[in-house]
């Protein structure tokens, strides 16, 4: 079992910048892929990034690649989101996710077995 505590989020201008970071509980951390997506208001959740376990490579949605980074330290068992350059349409509740499976694409909801509760980030224009 994995408890999953999403922080971070708040109110920016856009153009600013947010890091989101997600403390995992329990001792096997470093074997899980770990994924962030968001849910905007009326919209379904959708891909944000997503990292294997040992941080090696790294995955983006079209719409926040060069601007969002996703990184790990499994030491901290510690995931993150730095994100630059945010937009309005970045507003949404930010979630992270565990994934067991190394398999897949990486960017599937059902790929990941374990979720935050969300933080909120909401970007001004």
């Known amino acids: 079992q994995v408890q999953l505590v999403e922080s971070g989020g708040g109110l920016v201008q856009a153009g600013g910048s947010l890091r989101l970071s997600c403390a995992a509980s329990?001792?096997?951390?470093?074997?899980?892929?770990m994924g962030w997506f968001r849910q905007a208001p009326g919209k379904e959740r959708e891909f944000v990034a997503a990292?294997?376990?040992?941080?090696?490579?790294?995955y983006y949605a079209d719409s926040v690649k060069g601007r969002f980074t996703i990184s790990r330290d499994n030491a901290k068992n510690t995931v993150y989101l730095q994100m630059n350059s945010l937009k309005p349409e970045d507003t949404a509740v930010y979630y992270c996710?565990?994934?067991?499976?190394?398999?897949?694409?990486?960017?599937?909801?059902?790929?990941?077995?374990?979720w935050g509760q969300g933080t909120q980030v909401t970007v001004s224009s």
């Open positions: 329990g001792r096997t951390f470093s074997s899980y892929k």
């Open positions: 990292i294997t376990w040992s941080g090696g490579y790294t």
């Open positions: 996710a565990a994934g067991r499976n190394w398999a897949g694409t990486h960017r599937r909801e059902v790929e990941y077995d374990y």
